[in-house]
């Protein structure tokens, strides 16, 4: 019996468990990059290594099928490594629209939660062989995902809790975005990840300022929409992760990474800012340091004391 087996048996949350080396069912080098995340285009790359090989999740599709080739290369992988998409919802910055009409390569998984399949036939998506989930993924033997139903529109949006069960223990990573509001039950789901990812959409000052017209505004900030700098800075308090933040969807329009860095710097994390126009590189998931690859020009908010005179943020020029 495999450590995982005995923690089924015991109905042990499998986050609360110690896996053993000698496991057969364990990943090591679990790491994440954030291709692209903003209204036109997002897509996250998870990577680990299982059975001696490299296997890749998307999560989300929202980057052309051109581009996201590209930039998988980019960062040192390909769509071959992709075993499964994992979708959000089907927004088209979520779920771009060269991928439908059965363009999605046949060794590909795509998962998305059953209350999206009516939506997804409308898409064109259901040419590709899709697998419906509830509140729970196994993506392999060692590889668990939880899920949340978020608001967000009419449909509503998926947010993530991945435990990896690894050679030093189990490492967890947290995926939320487009969320119209912060619930009790995404706090409960994601507390104490490794690393969290979490989007920070928008700037209320800028939000209000800007040329959109009323009812765009009352969507975004309605609590159906997107969580502000403010909500995202309180979940993060309340989830309270234990190493990296990585922050996802920053309006173009109506946010700006100086704000999101200034926001964040003091506190007890490293934060991660996710772009429009590049991959953030490699993160860590469940080391101490994550380490981003320093090739792809890393946005990084040290997580320092505010009293430490050296403190300095990088943000994007
Ligand atoms: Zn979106």
Known sequence: MTTLDAIRLAGLPWSATTARADDPAIVSDVSMCVLASSSSGNCTALRWRENGSVRVCLLDAGLSPRKTRNWLRGVGTNLAQVRSILLTHLDRD????????GRIPGHITVRLHGR??????????????I?????????????RVRTVMM???RLGVAAFRFDFSSPGGVVSLGFATDLGHVTDDLVECLSGVNVLAIESNYCPMLQAASDRPAFLKRRITGGRGHLSNHECFAAIERIAPRGHVVLLHLSRQCNRPELVSELHAGSGYSVTIARHDRP???VNVGTADPVVSADLHPVVVPGLDRSDPQRKSMVPR
């Not at 697998?131 to 590889?143: C, Q, T, Y």
Request: charge should be negative; charged fraction near 20%.
């Open 94 to 101: 979520h779920c771009h629209v060269g991928w439908t009409g």
């Open 131 to 143: 697998v419906a989930f509830n509140d729970r993924i196994e993506l392999s033997p060692a590889v």
């Open 151 to 153: 608001s967000h529109d």
């Open 280 to 282: 953030t590189g490699w």
């Open 116 to 129: 999206h399949l009516s939506r997804a036939e409308e898409e064109g998506l259901h040419h590709h062989p």
